[in-house]
Structure formats: C-alpha cells, structure tokens
Nanobody, 128 residues
C-alpha cells in the first residue's frame, strides 16, 4: 500500500517558478517508479517526468525538458518537481503517481495507466 500527498501548487505569472512536493508513505523499501502527471481541463492526463528511486534516473516529456526537474530526497520519502519558466500552457492539475518497479523498468512507464497509486492532485495556474 502506498499513499501519496501532493503540495506546492498555486498561481504564478508566466516566467515564474513553483516546486511541487509529493510525500510518499509506503510499507516497503523496494524501488519504485515515481512520476508526475498533469491534466489540463478537458484534456487527457499526460506524463511530465518520472524518476526511478533506486538509481535516480529520470525521464522528461519534451514539453518540459530544460524547465522542469524531478528529484527525490535521500530518504526516498519525498519526490519533488521543480518547475521554472512556467508558461500558461503548463496550467493543469498535477498528480504524483507510483509503481513498485525497479529503476530499469521506469523508462517504459510513461502512460497514466501504468501507475497503481495516485495522489489527490495539486492545481497549478499560470497567467500570461
């Protein structure tokens, strides 16, 4: 069982920054693939970034490369998404997700249906 709680969303102007946090509670110390997804109003949920907790390897969507950074704390209890140079098209509900797989498997887990556990989401709104 895994529980995920997101925080850090808010409203910013274009060009601004936000850092999202995902607090992870789990009953196993095995490796996980942790991901951030987002869902704009009326659109499908899309992957933003993912990280393998075992080796820290990460993958980014093309739309956020160079602007967003996914990371984790040393204890593996929190996953972060640092978002810089935010644009109005980044406006969405952002979700944290987890799948208990080893890091080498994470690169293939880019779609929302690959994840078993989800947080409640945190809203990010970017105004022009």
């Amino acid at each position: 069982q895994v529980q995920l709680v997101e925080s850090g969303g808010g409203s910013v102007q274009a060009g601004g920054s936000l850092r999202l946090s995902c607090a992870v509670s789990r009953y196993s110390n095995s490796d996980y693939c942790m991901a951030w997804f987002r869902q704009p109003p009326g659109k499908e949920r899309e992957g933003v970034a993912l990280i393998g907790t075992g080796d820290g390897s990460s993958v980014y969507a093309d739309s956020v490369k160079g602007r967003f950074t996914i990371s984790q704390d040393n204890a593996g209890n929190t996953v972060y998404l640092q978002m810089n140079s935010l644009q109005p098209e980044d406006t969405a509900m952002y979700y944290c997700a987890a799948n208990p797989r080893p890091s080498w498997a994470c690169n293939a887990l880019r779609r929302h249906y690959s994840y078993n556990y989800w947080g409640q989401g945190t809203q990010v709104t970017v105004s022009s």
